[in-house]
């Protein structure tokens, strides 16, 4: 066995008893990615025997790894309670970074050189917010991006594919912070939400990121974080806090679920909905791995009844997903699969998904990830056919039903006023 490896695995492995392994194949019958092209017989039971063999190099520098998505259903079926889902994030932090496969790798370095995996600069992201801003004011007047507020009650961090490409999904949060007078604000830099450091195994940049979010939080002067849409993202800042807790209490910041501040807004009368916009279509709900089933295992908590009491505020007609909840499947993009180089591999994970949505009849499929909206949007219906359904955000389905209660003139005025000195100090010219 190459030397490095064995050193890296020596500690974390010898925390696993393999000989409890049962050989029963539970881990590979709940793995939505056995029998998927080119794995020649690969699977989540063999890893676990060639892992007792001492063939850790083999496992390595096989795909297998790169194809589990994080989901959790092997560990959760595990009659022997071996975490797997664990074992596969640490044999992605083995492989030497130059093989990380496609982009995640590179990503994860420009997001700790630049702020964000796609590396956009400072100043195009500030005209970006800028310019959305003055676009999105003329439906509400009134509206701009606050960049480093301080003393904000909450912290937003954007999604770099929607700063880069699809900006227009940023108004679905700003519809809401804008109908509900939130004191609300955005990083200026290290504002990515999406922690590709989770994906590719790296444990070190998975904590400096979260380090780097806490830090701003105490800096700004922030009550609370919106802990970030994508389930990697909050899933990944969640476990690198956790870990710079233990070392020190003080770094504990306030934050809470995209779920929790929904049900915050809607319990306080500061956002009314009307359900006739989403009137004569069915909708259902599919439930993040990583805000649901590995949330609830791993930090004790997972969202289930939050997002459907969300839905059923904003539709007449609901329908379940078969199964659910803990025992819901995966939709193939999680672990980073979305943007790795395996599409027919994650399309092959896909089809349970695709099959659970056909046989539900609903028209919309809503969700709370941004990778499970793209994954369930535009792969699935790229590789079946039949596929008539829409995907929206959860967020989406309440900011397209809102009922805005027009600023009067002199918050207007005042927010406007506000908006031109902020532009002004960070050198953007509002055309």
Same mark, same amino acid.
């Given at each position: ?5 064995e ?7 010898d925390?696993y008893?393999f000989s409890?392994?049962?050989v029963?194949g539970?881990c ?5 990615? %056995? ?5 020649d ?7 676990m025997?060639?892992?007792a ?5 083999e496992v390595?520098?096989?795909k297998f790894p790169w194809l ?8 959760? %079926? ?6 797997? %889902? @664990? ?7 083995l492989?030497?970074r130059?093989d990380v496969?496609?982009s995640?790798? $590179? ?6 050189? %630049? ?5 956009i600069?400072?100043e195009d992201y ?10 999105m &004011?003329?439906?509400?007047p009134?509206? #701009?991006?606050?960049?480093d507020?301080p003393g &904000? ?10 700063? #880069?490409?699809?900006f ?9 912070? =804008?109908?509900?007078?939130e ?14 450091a989770l994906?590719t ?5 998975n904590?400096?990121?979260a380090r780097r $979010? ?10 609370r ?7 990697g993202?909050? #899933?990944?800042?969640?476990k690198?806090m956790?870990?710079l807790v ?10 809470l679920?995209l779920y929790?501040?929904?049900i !915050? ?5 500061r ?13 259902t ?6 805000h649901g089933? !590995?949330? &609830?295992?791993?930090?004790?908590k997972g969202?289930f009844? !939050?997002?459907?009491?969300i839905?059923?505020q904003?539709?007449d ?6 199964p ?5 499947y ?9 943007p ?7 399309a ?10 056909e046989?539900?009849? &609903? ?14 949007? $535009?792969?699935?219906?790229? =590789? ?11 967020w989406?389905?309440v ?8 600023w ?6 005042r927010a406007?006023e506000?908006?031109? @000195? ?8 509002l !055309?």
């Amino acid at each position: 066995m190459n030397q490095s490896i064995e050193n890296q695995s020596l500690t974390f492995l010898d925390d696993y008893d393999f000989s409890n392994c049962l050989v029963c194949g539970s881990c590979s019958n709940g793995c939505p990615t %056995t029998g998927a092209p080119g794995l020649d017989g690969w699977d989540a039971r063999k890893v676990m025997r060639m892992l007792a063999n001492g063939l850790i190099e083999e496992v390595v520098a096989s795909k297998f790894p790169w194809l589990c998505t994080g989901c959790g259903r092997c560990t959760s %079926t595990c009659p022997a309670g071996i975490d797997i %889902t @664990a074992l596969m994030g640490h044999l992605k932090s083995l492989r030497p970074r130059e093989d990380v496969p496609g982009s995640l790798h $590179k990503g994860m370095v420009n997001n700790l050189e %630049t702020g964000n995996n796609l590396g956009i600069s400072r100043e195009d992201y500030l005209e970006g917010m800028a310019e959305l801003g003055v676009e999105m &004011a003329e439906e509400c007047p009134g509206f #701009y991006v606050p960049v480093d507020k301080p003393g &904000a009650d909450i912290l937003f961090f954007p999604n770099s594919k929607e700063v #880069y490409g699809d900006f227009e999904d940023q108004f679905w949060w700003w519809k809401i912070f =804008y109908a509900a007078r939130e004191n609300w604000t955005v990083p200026g830099t290290q504002w990515e939400a999406v922690d590709w450091a989770l994906f590719t195994g790296n444990e070190e940049a998975n904590v400096e990121l979260a380090r780097r $979010k806490i830090a701003y939080m105490k800096e700004i002067g922030i009550k609370r974080m919106i802990m970030p849409d994508c389930g990697g993202g909050s #899933y990944g800042f969640r476990k690198g806090m956790s870990k710079l807790v233990k070392q020190d209490p003080a770094n504990e910041v306030g934050f809470l679920y995209l779920y929790d501040y929904l049900i !915050e807004l809607f319990k306080a009368g500061r956002i009314r909905v009307d359900k006739s916009v989403h009137a004569g279509k069915t909708f259902t709900f599919h439930d993040s791995c990583k805000h649901g089933r !590995e949330l &609830a295992r791993n930090f004790g908590k997972g969202y289930f009844d !939050e997002p459907r009491w969300i839905v059923n505020q904003c539709v007449d007609d609901f329908v379940e997903l078969t199964p659910n909840r803990e025992k819901n499947y995966c939709c193939g993009a999680g672990g980073g699969l979305w943007p790795m180089p395996f599409e027919d591999q994650s399309a092959w994970h896909a089809r349970i998904k695709r099959q659970q949505i056909e046989d539900s009849g &609903a028209d919309v499929v809503v969700v709370g990830c941004s990778n499970c909206r793209d994954q369930i949007m $535009k792969r699935i219906p790229k =590789y079946y056919e039949g596929c008539g359904f829409e995907v929206k955000y959860i967020w989406q389905l309440v900011a397209e039903a809102l009922v805005i209660e027009p600023w009067d003139k002199v918050s207007v005025e005042r927010a406007e006023e506000e908006a031109e @000195a902020q532009w002004k100090a960070l050198g953007v010219t509002l !055309e």
